[in-house]
């Protein structure tokens, strides 16, 4: 059926447009105000009505139409922007960090946007940066009022402050084959709290001539990463590049035939907690990364394990993050952590940097699950090979 009064309204629509351009922000309103009234209202002429309401600061009419133009269009980035900026206005900064958050995701993925829409996410997003500092600040101040020593809270306290300020995202265990229920969400371990760290970090010396010679021989290294077999293909760039490198000593539970050309190495890590797992574990390797390179954030495989990192030739601005943690890279000092937590590393110097990797059991699982876990983990190699036959 014909609309009898949509020439009309859609004439008084345009007409509230050219007074818009005019700067006559009281005729547009009143124009938009009435197509609106009629239920005739687009997205787009709702979002030109709030512009007209914030032009004359009626703050609660303009975040009505903003409400309505999400009703319409639940991502319009222009709507999500402006009500970020109604509540920068007013003092509010959690509730416009929101809505900027919002904005930036419903844009992200986005091809082709105006100048103008690129503008103003880029404010939005330094807005957010500077609430977030305001109210973090604000958080100190009142610790600081109230006599908090934010040194006696401890590290774990200072990563809830940034992630409740908004600083920092909680960082959890995301494995990719494996997760073991109940275990500390702790990304970075302190060496000091194992007894044998002390006896590996000081034949530091004597295990860095081992690598580097190994590392003088190309035919002894490989890629880190490869693409596993019989597996569909993964979009991975670093599979088969040799800018990540690994000399394996140990692997999939064996020794290698690099293994005897470093015997200081092999002695240094008997004794150790580490897995012996069919087809698995022990598994260790000297691991170079070529200057420059940067490996991206990324999960391991399992939560049941903690992986090791001995520096053994370490130029500067070597850096290695866990979570919401990075920590520099030193020749000799030990770095454990759990790589089931999002982690990467960077190699920022025009050296190449080497350590030492293993893996130990994580000191919080009891004997009876380590043997339950080697129990199942020996049991899907035995499945996957029954499959094979």
């Not at 700067?23 to 005739?40: H, W």
């Not at 709290?193 to 002390?198: C, I, K, N, R």
């Not at 140990?250 to 580490?274: F, Y």
């Not at 866990?322 to 590393?345: C, K, Q």
């Amino acid at each position: 059926m014909t609309d009898p009064y949509k020439a009309r309204f859609e004439a008084i629509a345009n007409a509230g447009i050219e007074a818009f351009r005019r700067g006559e922000t009281a005729s547009a309103r009143q124009a938009f105000e009435t197509v609106t009234a009629s239920g005739r209202g687009s997205a787009q002429l709702w979002l030109v009505l709030a512009q007209c309401c914030d032009l004359q600061d009626d703050r609660p009419a303009a975040r009505r139409a903003l409400d309505r133009v999400l009703q319409l269009d639940a991502d319009n980035p222009y709507a999500l922007l402006m009500h970020g900026e109604i509540h920068t206005r007013d003092g509010d900064d959690r509730a416009a960090v929101s809505w900027y958050e919002r904005a930036l995701a419903s844009a992200n993925g986005r091809t082709n946007l105006p100048a103008d829409l690129i503008a103003r996410l880029q404010r939005a997003d330094a807005e957010r940066t500077a609430a977030t500092d305001r109210f973090f600040n604000a958080i100190q101040a009142s610790r600081a009022a109230a006599g908090g020593d934010a040194d006696a809270a401890g590290p774990r306290f200072a990563e809830a402050l940034a992630i409740i300020s908004g600083r920092s995202a909680p960082q959890l265990q995301q494995p990719t084959s494996f997760y073991f229920p109940g275990l500390p969400q702790q990304a970075f371990y302190d060496p000091a709290d194992f007894d044998w760290t002390a006896g590996l970090m000081a034949a530091t010396a004597a295990i860095k001539a081992e690598a580097l010679a190994m590392m003088a021989d190309a035919g002894a290294l490989q890629p880190y990463a490869e693409q596993p077999r019989d597996r569909p293909p993964r979009a991975n760039e670093l599979f088969g590049d040799p800018r990540w490198s690994a000399c394996h000593l140990l692997k999939g539970g064996v020794p290698t035939t690099n293994a005897a050309r470093c015997p200081t190495t092999m002695a240094a890590l008997q004794g150790l907690p580490i897995p012996v797992i069919r087809e698995h574990s022990p598994m260790a390797l000297f691991s170079i990364l070529a200057p420059g390179m940067h490996i991206p954030p990324h999960h391991g495989m399992l939560n049941t394990r903690l992986i090791c990192h001995l520096p053994l030739l370490v130029p500067p601005d070597c850096r290695l993050r866990v979570g919401n943690h990075t920590r520099d890279v030193r020749e000799g000092e030990m770095l454990i952590f759990d790589d089931s937590i999002e982690h990467e590393a960077w190699n920022d110097s025009n050296a190449p940097r080497a350590i030492l990797l293993f893996e130990i059991w994580r000191p919080e699982l009891t004997t009876s699950e380590q043997a339950a876990l080697k129990i199942i983990f020996e049991s899907v190699v035995d499945y996957s090979g029954s499959e094979a036959n």
